[in-house]
């Protein structure tokens, strides 16, 4: 079985995932909530959506050959925001990895507090993650640095992405801007009318 998991509904992620859906015939999968969403969001370009297949709930899996995927809904930067929690190989060594699939919250005080609470979940399962999964490679600035040491890896070498403590420490980043943001949304709700 192909299956497509997209982290959230936005059309970075979504665009491309109807052809690919037609063209291999593969399943789609999304959070529950974010299938919604996707129907009801601006589509500017007239993207072609992917057809609904599978609707993602908390703590669901998904088994590809030998890999079985944890899912976690993680809203805050939309709705129904995936987590995806696996095993990675690196010569055999079975290494824990996680992806959060939208680490910045959307707008407004709602989206901040689904996003407090998404991210003080993660830090409950950050325990031995080794592997820090990221959704575009600018989020992580040294990406393309340890792109190119796993290129020139020699023998024996460590792998450049298993960084426990990178992930440790985005973590706690996230925490911190989880909490601006809903400061942030918190005092712009508290402003009268007409002030900036």
Excluded: C
């Amino acid at each position: 079985m192909l299956v497509v998991i997209l982290t959230h509904y936005h059309l970075d992620h979504t665009a491309g995932a109807a052809r690919i859906q037609e063209q291999s015939g593969a399943r789609v999968a999304m959070g529950e909530a974010d299938w919604e969403a996707l129907q009801r969001a601006p589509n500017p370009l007239g993207e072609r959506l992917p057809r609904r297949d599978m609707g993602v709930k908390d703590g669901d899996s998904i088994t590809l050959g030998t890999t079985t995927l944890k899912l976690h809904v993680l809203g805050g930067h939309t709705p129904a925001t995936l987590g995806v929690d696996f095993t990675v190989y690196d010569g055999g060594k079975p290494y824990r990895a996680f992806m959060f699939g939208g680490p910045a919250p959307g707008p407004g005080r709602p989206a901040a507090e689904q996003f407090v609470a998404s991210v003080n979940r993660i830090e409950q399962m950050q325990e031995g993650v080794q592997v820090r999964v990221v959704s575009h490679p600018w989020m992580d600035p040294d990406f393309w640095v340890r792109a190119d040491r796993l290129a020139g890896r020699r023998p024996g070498d460590p792998h450049p992405f298993v960084t426990p403590d990178l992930f440790r420490a985005w973590v706690a980043e996230l925490k911190a801007t989880a909490a601006q943001r809903l400061g942030d949304a918190k005092a712009t709700e508290s402003r009268p009318p007409g002030r900036e």
